[in-house]
């Protein structure tokens, strides 16, 4: 049981995806990787027979799958010895730690052989809704979404 934030964009030739894979790492302290060992649950069907995609997952570090930390709903209080020193390396506001996963996105949909993306923040990979966002509107949707309850369990479909 955990929060997840994974998505996909088309699919993009090896040595670009090894590019915008350090491109991406380069703008986060998270983290994020290329893969196609993920499921996408409860993406529509006509995501899941697709095999012109290539998935991605955005985590609290670069040897997990999950974003729990990142998507922690309750803010905390950085100067608090009980927090892990793991922790303190993430913004203590939910709302900067959504911005810092509308950077990794944004860094994505900026390059010109990202033509189509999608991405899910959720808890369990449950998908509750499909929501078609626009590049510009994207950012103030997601936080939005997530300052109301967090995970949101939607699908943000970028229309590019």
Do not use: W
């Not at 529509?44 to 012109?52: A, G, W």
């Not at 793991?86 to 052989?113: A, G, H, W, Y």
Request: charged fraction near 25%; charge should be negative.
């Amino acid at each position: 049981m955990s929060e997840t934030i994974i998505g996909y964009i088309n699919s993009v030739p090896k040595n670009e995806l090894i590019d915008l894979e350090r491109d991406v790492q380069q703008v986060t302290p998270f983290g994020f990787k290329f893969t196609d060992e993920l499921k996408l649950y409860n993406y529509p069907e006509s995501h899941l027979q697709r095999n012109d995609i290539t998935q991605f997952v955005i985590s609290d570090s670069n040897t997990s799958n999950t974003a729990t930390i990142l998507l922690e709903e309750e803010d905390y209080d950085p100067n608090d010895v009980s927090e892990s020193d793991f922790q303190k390396k993430f913004p203590s506001m939910l709302k900067d730690r959504v911005f810092e996963i509308t950077k990794i996105i944004k860094c994505l949909v900026q390059k010109n052989c990202v033509r189509e993306l999608g991405f899910s923040i959720s808890f369990c990979d449950e998908i509750e809704q499909i929501k078609h966002v626009s590049i510009e509107s994207f950012e103030n949707i997601v936080v939005a979404d997530c300052v109301n309850s967090c995970p949101p369990n939607t699908l943000y479909l970028i229309d590019k």
